[in-house]
């Protein structure tokens, strides 16, 4: 068992960090601390911070509507939520080229202005590709807390003659405030390193569209070093995540391990 | 009012991020269906879904077993270290899988711990081995988060019971824990298939993606996109083929769900 967990993950992240390590601190750092990487790192943080952040609004007002409202379709809207898990991320990249790729048919000309809905090679795709593949991570932590909170509460608010948004506020959000931190938190793990989904569409122009995980993937031949500092900078936040998202889980169980 | 606006909002949300481009591909693949299938029946298309369903065949199993002791010795003893068990196995989610093919680049390269293997002529850096062992890595989660809290739930009570009317750790398991986590289990290894199947940046590091002998499904469609030469059905095409697997994995999810709540 930890044999096995050693060989297949402990190793293999041992042996990059020795690595990296290898010429030293300041060698590391020198590497890690270059414009290009800085650059590629902030970029990451920065668009995930954002899609993670778009993403716990609007998947908490989806989570909202798949819970609390009812139409037709309702359940295929609720299953359709878990394919960007499902959907392999190079596909979901080239699915958001066909529509929002150099040939998009969403244009609009009229003479005096021009518009088209042409994303690749700009910021806007890595933000559209990373709302794509962390779409599921808060509709799924939010959606169950929903399902178990009891609507009398809010009746209960209601009637003592709170406004909708205090309802909101007071009520509902304490409740699902931990899965929205937790669901948030993961979603933005998984799209600082994420790599298939914004490979093709980005174009990997340096200081542009270069995020950390294709700075990785153009250095590993020419540059080893490189790719291996920013590799253990991203090691270092996905710990860090980790440990965060167990304070929130443990946070939201306090009540019942007491 | 409200509930209208907020109904619009998710929809429109979805439309835009989610139905819209899968139904342009699909759309586009139509457009182009000959040069779709001519990509999609390929010789080295056919050999990458088969190097793919490969490589799955052997993760799959490898994980669920992993998993499901996992998750027993994270939920049932008292070993120490179980702590750190517990955050080292979600540690693949968090983890950009461009870093997890180069820590094994690291690892088994030529002048890497593991390098001896290379020097007696077993390959594993760039041919199956490695590809299995990042597509290992990258997929070992998904069980033991699905069967961790399905053990938590449902207590310890009835494994007491067997165990004081005789039942030895092993019959206990057969007869009492594994059939009440077996849709925990099922709904994990449908995950852990569907992450196999779709695993890119790992592999993309680690496989060497030389056509026919070590490129995945898809590698294959990265290939196919980036030397498209303005025809880009091949691309949508094969792609297609992965959506319909996901989409097969989403019915599967759906169909487990229930029965793995209901437990």
């Known amino acids: ?258 | 009012m409200r509930k209208y606006l907020l109904r619009s909002t998710a929809l429109g949300y979805l439309l835009i991020i989610l139905i819209g481009p899968l139904a342009m591909m699909i759309w586009r693949t139509l457009g182009d269906l000959d040069g779709a299938w001519a990509a999609i029946t390929s010789h080295n298309t056919l050999l990458a879904f088969k190097l793919t369903l490969y490589v799955t065949a052997i993760a799959v199993p490898i994980n669920t077993v992993f998993g499901v002791v996992c998750g027993l010795v994270i939920v049932r003893s008292t070993l120490p270290g179980r702590g750190i068990l517990n955050a080292f196995v979600d540690l693949p989610l968090a983890l950009s899988p461009v870093v997890v093919g180069l820590s094994l680049v690291v690892l088994y390269g030529a002048n890497g711990w593991f390098g001896f293997f290379d020097d007696h002529g077993i390959r594993i850096l760039y041919a199956v081995p490695a590809i299995v062992l990042a597509t290992v890595f990258v997929s070992l989660p998904f069980v033991a988060r699905e069967v961790v809290p399905t053990l938590r739930e449902i207590g310890d009570d009835q494994e007491q019971a067997a165990r004081t009317l005789g039942a030895s750790g092993w019959q206990t398991f057969w007869r009492i824990t594994l059939p009440s986590i077996r849709w925990a289990v099922v709904y994990g290894v449908v995950l852990t298939a569907a992450r196999c199947i779709g695993e890119f940046g790992a592999v993309l590091v680690v496989s060497g993606n030389v056509e026919g002998k070590t490129q995945t499904a898809t590698l294959r469609v990265d290939d196919a996109y980036q030397f498209a030469y303005g025809n880009y059905a091949p691309a949508y095409g094969i792609a297609l083929v992965l959506a319909a697997m996901a989409v097969l994995v989403l019915v599967a999810m759906t169909l487990v769900k229930p029965r793995e709540e209901a437990t």
Do not use: C
């Open chain 1, 1 to 258: 068992m930890i044999t096995f967990l050693s060989v297949v993950v402990a190793l293999p992240i041992a042996a990059l960090i020795w690595f990296s390590a290898g010429n030293g601190f300041d060698a590391f750092w020198t590497v890690a601390s270059s414009p290009q990487a800085v650059a590629a790192l902030k970029l990451s943080l920065v668009m995930s911070a954002l899609a993670a952040l778009t993403n716990a609004v609007l998947g908490t007002i989806t989570a909202w509507v798949l819970v609390r409202d009812d139409f037709r379709g309702k359940s295929a809207v609720n299953a359709l939520i878990d394919l960007p898990f499902a959907l392999p991320t190079i596909v979901a990249g080239l699915v958001l080229i066909a529509l929002y790729g150099v040939q998009t048919p969403l244009r609009l000309d009229l003479g005096f202005v021009h518009f088209q809905a042409t994303i690749t090679f700009s910021r806007w795709a890595i933000y559209f590709a990373l709302l794509f593949v962390t779409l599921p991570f808060v509709v799924r932590t939010v959606q169950p807390v929903l399902m178990e909170l009891d609507t009398e509460l809010e009746e209960a608010a209601r009637s003592l003659g709170a406004g909708e948004f205090t309802v909101f506020r007071r009520v509902v959000l304490p409740n699902i405030l931990p899965g929205i931190l937790s669901g948030l938190t993961m979603a933005f793990a998984r799209a600082v390193g994420e790599v298939g989904s914004v490979i093709l569409i980005t174009g990997n122009l340096p200081y542009k569209t270069e995020v950390a995980s294709t700075f990785i993937l153009q250095r590993i031949d020419g540059d080893p070093h490189g790719a291996a500092a920013v590799s253990v900078v991203l090691l270092t936040i996905s710990f860090a995540v980790l440990l965060t998202v167990g304070a929130f889980r443990r946070y939201a169980t306090r009540h019942e391990r007491a």
